[in-house]
């Protein structure tokens, strides 16, 4: 039978019933509490679990220890000092005579760890009024952060120790070096730059990156082949020449040419390292090594080189100049018919183009082909710089195209590339790979034998004789007395194809002295004007005789002295200049 | 019989001070004596870059301090140690009674650091009264264990577990979870060596576990940190990175006294970080140094809590011997990365006025009960004829 009353009578929560249930409970733990002891068991014994406890601590202090031991023996952590970071770090670089070229100047960037601030007012306040430059906002972002922020870069010392005796607890500075140019324009294009970063960029800073590098780590520095004196001379008379003969652009070069050390570049207008982002683009590019160009009668030595070396004729050969060469549809003219044959010397010292191209269809076009190979103007100035590219040469060797090349036509070359094959010529027929690196043996190049010592020493004579009768006179009058050879070029420029009539690319290659053995110290100038004006300088004329020639004479009167040529009056060529002194032009001819 | 002998600490010496000197456990003493001479040299080093940065006008702000603060730790272990066992409980009841009042009113009259209402200021000292509850709640704890087991009809087990109940409210209230986390540790290791069944203790750890995962989910900030600790990797370990990488470049003879790099990188070189910094200084010489001492201390006073006869005497000085270890391992692990948490002070070496004087009464209390007294120690030392096997 059901009672209805049981459930109301349950009901209600029964306070009472409850504390007394938890009270029982409670009264049962100490009960068993109390047991445990009185069991005896060892497990439950006061002096046992003490021991217990002993044991687990020895423990803990002993891995401690351990733990310490390793930690302090076992880690190899500088704290603080930041050792040199090789990739950031460049070496000085300096010329042959060890003058300062480059150098890193150490500039810092200032860094806040927002976990390190001990007072974000203090450190807002302080950092606002020494680094005026860093908007509140990045600071505050900075105090607060979580992580390592930059707030400045650039400072020099002076800036940087302003922030570090603020004092402040989670700034740090991190050294940024900045490269820095003291010659400012000089030599920009051979010297180049490097971005912050410390990564080259251009010139040598490129080309020996990983050396400048390697040599930061090792503490030394990086000389260049350059001297400065030289570079500085050439520099000076290139710039007369672009203010006498209005040239666009000026390119001089100057090279040892036993050794192949560069031992000045310079292209104008230049450019300044320091702020290499400044300026039209254009100024940046080393034109000796990255634009290439026609180089016209300059590029007859190679053909010279090649006849004689074949003995396909003898100077004192007499070439038929009077009739005009038929190449296909086109005759090669000469632009100041002699209305005579002319030996093969006459050719070279009157620079025609007629003759020229006889002496390579005489040869043969595989001949001078497998020549201009061997003199490496087929191919890219083997050089450091990365500024050096390969020529523009016809794709098919052919009668046509071979013929116009053996006189500088038709072909595209860098001033490296001439400076190069012309420096093969000159030293006895080693052809040597140009560096910008001073090399410490001096001695007989040794390179592959292009021509053979004979003909070296006949395109020696030819040079000279070139100077002393032929287009070269009025590079001479600027240089008496140093046995100079040269020898002239003058082409027109390819505007969009088409050759521009008055728009000439003039050159004289310069080397001296002629006299003297083979081995004996040798340098050559090349100097190339782009677009030389006929001026009153060059009395009305706009040809290499006239303005190239006379500042490679020029350059050649300032350094010899730099490089130990003495003046010998003897030599002086004593003729007065009878025949009127003109070239023959790269071009076209209809 | 008459002594003419007045010479002090002569054998014969029967003053409350010459008998102190006579049972207290010197080698204990020393120890400690060395370790708050250490904690108030390091001090001198570390502090002034501290005291510098957070714009004291005197360099040696917290070293000064620190002194002070040693001088009144040495002189707790003093007036601690010549207690009797009895007069131990009894001023434990006192200071367990006067911390908890303190801690009742913290969220009125409290001075507020770092999110927490932890201090109160005294004179110019801000102290932390959980820090003192903590060995008084040990001692009283124990006795109460000891109690129970004497079948007298005393509750113990209740009371003490009311006791620790209460402390851990208030830690929380505050909240202070690192305290919770070191009182629990400790009341369970007493509560262990008082001889709870082995049975028990497994449903205490569940306990344990299962309040620590909800109190970790209640707060938020305790939340981050168990966040932090289970994923180290994206935690801030800033000051710990640095602390380990102090420690390494400290090698075996140190950076050199006052050379350390640490101490002007991070803001706890001198409090949580010192055992670091006094590394990087001083090298591995001196952080073995440090070890041993506190590893003599403890065990040693396991040691001799061990061989003790009266229950209530045995797991009191164990405990407290406990505590001052386990702070000694948690701060030494934390600043060796082997833990990944914060907070904890090493005894006698971080500053902290707190802490030391905290820990000069719980070496004071824990010397007062290892104290040799007629009847103390049992006869024979041999574990197997120990305690309760005696008839």
């Known amino acids: 039978m059901q009672r209805p009353h049981d459930d109301l009578y349950r009901a209600p929560p029964n306070l009472f019933r409850a504390w007394r249930l938890v009270i029982e409970f409670l009264w049962r733990i100490e009960h068993a509490f109390e047991r445990s002891r009185t069991r005896n068991r060892p497990v439950d014994d006061t002096r046992v679990r003490i021991f217990g406890v002993l044991v687990i601590f020895s423990m803990l202090f002993l891995f401690l220890a351990v733990k310490a031991g390793a930690v302090a023996l076992l880690n190899h952590v500088e704290v603080g000092v930041e050792g ?175 050794t192949g050390e560069v031992l000045a570049l310079a292209n104008l207008p230049d450019f300044d390292p320091n702020h290499p982002g400044d300026g039209d683009p254009l100024t940046k590019i080393n034109r000796a090594g990255a634009y290439r160009y026609e180089m016209g009668s300059t590029f007859k030595m190679f053909t010279f080189a090649m006849a004689l070396n074949e003995h396909v004729a003898r100077l004192d050969t007499v070439l038929d100049t009077i009739h005009p060469l038929q190449l296909g549809s086109r005759t090669i003219h000469d632009s100041h018919a002699a209305g005579k044959n002319l030996t093969m010397e006459e050719v070279f010292l009157e620079s025609s183009n007629i003759g020229t191209a006889r002496l390579a269809r005489m ?183 006239w303005n190239a020639g006379p500042t490679a004479g020029r350059v050649v009167n300032r350094i010899a002295p730099m490089l130990n040529v003495k003046r010998d009056l003897t030599q002086v060529a004593a003729r007065p200049i009878d025949k009127p002194l003109v070239e023959d032009v790269s071009t076209d001819a209809q | 019989m008459t002594f003419s002998n007045q010479q002090p600490f002569a054998r014969t010496d029967r003053s409350a001070l010459g008998l102190w000197w006579w049972t207290t456990d010197r080698f204990l003493l020393l120890a400690v004596a060395i370790l708050i001479g250490m904690g108030v040299a390091l001090s001198f080093g570390t502090s002034p870059a501290a005291a510098i940065r957070t714009g004291m006008s005197q360099p040696f702000h917290y070293a000064i301090r620190q002194t002070i603060f040693g001088i009144g730790a040495a002189g707790l272990v003093l007036g601690m140690s010549i207690l009797t066992p009895r007069g131990a409980r009894r001023a434990s009841f006192i200071i367990y009674i006067v911390a908890i009042a303190i801690m009742c009113v913290l969220p009125f009259i409290g001075h507020a650091a770092k999110g927490a209402d932890r201090w109160v200021q005294l004179g110019g000292f801000s102290l932390q009264p959980s820090e003192f509850m903590k060995p008084a709640l040990i001692v009283l704890a124990a006795w109460m264990f000891a109690e129970a087991q004497k079948g007298e009809g ?89 602390a380990t990488e102090a420690i390494a470049s400290g090698g075996l003879f140190g950076r050199g006294p006052g050379e350390g790099l640490l101490k002007r990188s991070v803001p706890d070189v001198h409090t949580d970080f010192a055992y670091a910094g006094a590394a990087e200084e001083y090298g591995l010489v001196l952080s073995l140094t440090l070890i041993a001492l506190f590893a003599f201390v403890v065990i040693r006073g396991l040691q001799r809590a061990m061989k003790l006869s009266d229950p209530y005497e045995q797991v009191a000085a164990a405990g407290l ?63 197997a004829s120990a305690g309760a096997a005696l008839p």
């Open chain 1, 363 to 545: 040869a043969g076009i595989e001949k001078l082909h497998s020549y201009l190979q061997n003199f490496g103007v087929l191919d890219r100035a083997k050089i450091e710089l990365a500024e050096s590219v390969k020529p523009l040469a016809p794709a098919e060797w052919n009668e046509d195209s071979g013929v116009s090349v053996s006189f500088g036509h038709n072909i595209a070359v860098t001033p490296l590339a001439v400076a190069q094959g012309v420096g093969g010529l000159m030293n006895g027929g080693h052809l040597l790979p140009l560096t910008i690196r001073r090399r410490e043996a001096t001695g007989a190049a040794t390179g592959p034998q292009v021509i053979s010592p004979q003909t070296s020493q006949v395109l020696l004579q030819l040079m000279r004789k070139n100077v002393t009768d032929g287009t070269g006179r009025n590079a001479e009058k600027e240089a008496p007395g140093y046995r100079m050879g040269g020898k002239t070029g003058t082409a027109e420029k390819v505007i969009n194809g088409q050759y521009a009539r008055k728009r000439l690319f003039t050159s004289f290659a310069a080397v001296f002295p002629t006299d003297g053995p083979l081995d004996a110290p040798r340098y050559l100038v090349l100097v190339l004007l782009d677009e030389p004006k006929a001026t009153a300088a060059s009395s009305g004329n706009a040809q290499a005789a």
């Open chain 1, 84 to 258: 040199p970071t090789p990739s950031i770090h460049r070496a000085d670089l300096v010329d042959r005579n060890g003058e300062i070229l480059a150098l890193d100047v150490p500039h810092y960037g200032v860094y806040l760890d927002g976990r390190e601030v001990w007072s974000a007012k203090e450190t807002q306040t302080s950092l606002v009024t020494v680094l005026p430059h860093v908007p509140v906002a990045k600071i505050d972002e900075a105090v607060s952060g979580k992580r390592i922020v930059l707030l400045q870069s650039g400072l020099t010392a002076e800036e940087r120790d302003q922030v570090h005796d603020l004092g402040l607890p989670g700034v740090s500075f991190q050294e940024e070096p900045r490269r820095a140019y003291p010659l400012d324009h000089q030599a920009s294009h051979l010297i180049g730059f490097a971005d912050p970063s410390g990564k080259g960029l251009s010139g040598a800073e490129k080309a020996l990156d990983a050396d400048i590098h390697g040599a930061a780590a090792a503490g030394g520095h990086i000389a260049l082949s350059m001297d400065l004196r030289i570079q500085g001379a050439l520099e000076a008379e290139l710039k007369r020449a672009v203010e006498l003969y209005g040239a666009q652009n000026a390119i001089g070069v100057v090279t040892n040419v036993q």
């Open chain 2, 154 to 242: 005393v509750p113990g087990v209740s009371i003490a577990f009311g006791l620790y109940g209460v402390a851990v409210v208030l830690l929380l209230l505050q909240p202070d979870f690192g305290q919770t986390v070191l009182i629990t540790m400790a009341f369970g290791v007493t509560f262990f060596m008082a001889g709870v069944p082995l049975r028990w203790i497994i449903g205490l750890a569940g306990v344990a576990a299962a309040g620590f995962v909800t109190v970790s989910l209640t707060f938020s900030h305790v939340h981050d940190r168990i966040h932090k600790f289970l994923s180290p990797d994206k935690a801030d370990t800033h000051q710990i990175d640095k």
């Open chain 2, 321 to 383: 011997f406990v505590l001052v270890g386990q702070q000694v391992c948690i701060n030494v692990a934390v600043n060796l990365n082997i833990i990944p948490t914060k907070g904890m002070t090493l005894p006698f070496i971080s500053y902290g006025g707190s802490s030391m004087l905290a820990m000069g009464l719980t070496l004071g209390l824990a010397l007062a009960l290892t104290r040799r007294r007629p009847g103390a120690y049992s006869q024979t030392d041999s574990l």
